[in-house]
């Protein structure tokens, strides 16, 4: 099947299979491998995108469901320079293997879209999908409520 979509405001297409996944699309066909496929269960976050504006795990979503869409990874966030997220949490020491990171950047963007002065509460429930195994979460929330304090 055929899918078309904008990808990082970029019109794509690539053919997939029927039960293929938006994260195996994005990573195979489209060769954008900043997310990351870890649990592929929707538990961990790694793979977390904006579709239609919407935060998902990339792995729940059909290809095929993303036929028109439009799709920012951590590839499409910021530009030049890095995006206040990525900024904050390099800042806070809160990147340590990297591979939770681009789901963390793309989730808090998300969540400072919608809410540019969350509480720490709410930081950590929006957070609350995504695992980081290295770091704990201590840093990644000093470097976004360092983040959210400045502005």
């Known amino acids: 099947m055929r899918v078309q979509m904008t990808v990082n405001g970029e019109a794509r297409v690539c053919d997939v299979k029927g039960s293929e996944s938006l994260l195996f ?8 491998t ?3 496929g870890a649990c592929e269960q929707g538990e961990c976050g790694s793979c977390s995108v904006l579709l239609d ?8 979503v059909m290809a095929a ?46 969540l400072l879209e919608e809410n540019p002065t969350p509480s720490s509460d709410e930081m950590r429930e929006a957070l609350a999908g995504n ?14 409520e360092t983040l959210v304090g400045g502005r």
Do not use: N, W
């Not at 699309?25 to 954008?32: G, I, P, T």
């Not at 439009?70 to 997220?85: C, D």
């Not at 704990?136 to 000093?142: E, H, N, V």
């Open 25 to 32: 699309a994005l990573r195979d066909y489209l060769h954008l």
């Open 34 to 36: 900043g997310s990351k």
């Open 53 to 60: 504006g919407e935060l998902v795990c990339s792995c729940l």
């Open 65 to 110: 469901d993303a036929e028109g869409s439009e799709v920012v990874t951590i590839e499409g966030m910021g530009g030049p320079e890095l995006h206040p997220v990525q900024k904050a949490l390099v800042d806070s020491g809160a990147v340590q293997c990297g591979f939770c990171t681009p789901g963390f950047v793309v989730a808090a963007a998300a």
């Open 131 to 144: 695992i980081c195994r290295c770091t704990g979460y201590g840093a990644i929330l000093r470097g976004l």
